[in-house]
């Protein structure tokens, strides 16, 4: 009854910059669960390389061109995806971008907008777009990736842009869970720490003595792996979170616990 709960069969899931670090495990974790994966991905030399790895783990998989920050971009995407393989009834919204390591006075007009239309706005037109189906069919759950940026503010790399941008999609993630708890789509957040990706190896590479305050500022003591993650959202995007929506699970090793 239990891991029966975990399968996803027959279920079109979407992840958004799924080519990669967390969004490619995610892909894998649905995937293996039996879903059919959409890769959803700009750079077309990543989708290719995804596609053919999930395919070699014996998953159906297929691939997506799409740019997030554009809202017709992402309408377009989903009618064609609807049409291709049927309505999506599992959104994972991965995609995002952390340029960190910029002061507030020095942040300029671009790179704010830049956080924000991907981490932010990104997040909503995807889940408007692939929502409605979900609404229209009476069933979907829609993961949103956010961090433990939107619970506190790291240190030592000031970063207000990207702060402020995941504190919102916490928000967002209640904001629309409450209004379509009725209507059977739930949508739940991840809250990662730092986890091992090409998106945080200015930190873990480039700087060792901002990667040294982050590791002293874990109980656990390590960085977060991909697969720790994907496995959170396979768990929210089945019927064994059933009775979970509107909920921020933090994944950090114990970073908010201090």
């Not at 952390?98 to 991907?118: F, N, Y």
Request: hydrophobic letters at 45%; proline letters at 3%; aromatic letters at 6%.
């Amino acid at each position: 009854m239990y891991l029966e709960k975990l399968r996803l069969d027959g279920r079109v899931a979407v992840v958004t910059g799924g080519g990669q670090g967390i969004g490619a495990a995610c892909a894998r974790a649905l995937g293996e669960a039996g879903a059919t994966v959409i890769v959803a991905e700009l750079l077309p030399d990543r989708i290719e390389t995804c596609v053919k790895e999930l395919k070699g783990f014996g998953i159906e998989a297929h691939g997506k061109q799409l740019d997030v920050t554009s809202s017709a971009a992402v309408d377009q995407a989903a009618a064609e995806i609807e049409t291709a393989h049927g309505p999506v009834s599992i959104l994972v919204n991965n995609a995002g971008i952390a340029k960190s390591d910029v002061k507030a006075e020095d942040t300029s007009d671009d790179h704010w907008r830049q956080h924000m239309d991907i981490n932010l706005d990104a997040v909503f037109w995807c889940c408007r777009a692939f929502g409605k189906q979900m609404l229209a069919t009476g069933k979907g759950s829609i993961v949103n990736i956010g961090s433990i940026s939107g619970f506190i503010v790291n240190k030592p790399q000031p970063q207000a842009f990207y702060n402020a941008s995941k504190a919102a999609v916490h928000h967002l993630t209640r904001s629309l869970a409450a209004e379509w708890a009725t209507r059977g789509v739930r949508v739940n957040a991840v809250a990662p720490s730092y986890i091992e990706t090409p998106l945080t190896a200015f930190g873990m590479k480039e700087h060792p003595e901002m990667l040294k305050t982050w590791l002293e500022m874990t109980p656990m003591g390590r960085v977060g792996q991909p697969d720790e993650i994907a496995s959170v959202v396979q768990f929210l995007a089945s019927d064994a979170a059933s009775f979970m929506t509107g909920s921020i699970v933090l994944a950090d090793g114990g970073y908010c616990s201090w």
